[in-house]
């Protein structure tokens, strides 16, 4: 953290930091979340799961405070997660890197309130912790710089 703090300038710095991130447009943005989409479709099409929620969580925009990329992506991540009730199988092959990307689109799932997504969510959870560990939890729930 002091290390960020010194590259900001501290104070208010978190903020420029944030916006120096946010250096890639919104509609490029969006035009690969809709390219990934495409291909997620694709993947689901061909019941090739795990390989659709890698697609979907690979390269997720959290550096952009844009609500609009947030959302077109939590769109395709929810898509892929609902898709898929064999849960054990949809993360067997996930790699640790997207641990806890997944984790913090889970807690977004849960916020919604949708019972089926909460469901499905809570599941994941559980399946991801004994996977992951809790590191994962914190982690996700620490990180307020790069959210889904």
Known sequence: MAEEGGRSGGGGGED????DE???PVEAIINRIELKSRQVEWLLKSAQYAEALKTALDDSPTKTRDETCKS?????VHRV?????DTDALLSTLESEFYDILMKYIY?????GDRPT???CLRLHEKLTE????GCIVRALADKRHTV
């Open 16 to 19: 420029r930091e944030d916006e």
């Open 22 to 24: 946010d250096s890639e």
């Open 72 to 76: 077109a992506n939590w769109v395709v």
């Open 81 to 85: 997660l609902m898709a898929s009730k």
């Open 108 to 112: 977004r799932g849960l916020s919604t």
């Open 118 to 120: 909460c469901e499905q």
């Open 131 to 134: 996977k992951a560990g809790m």
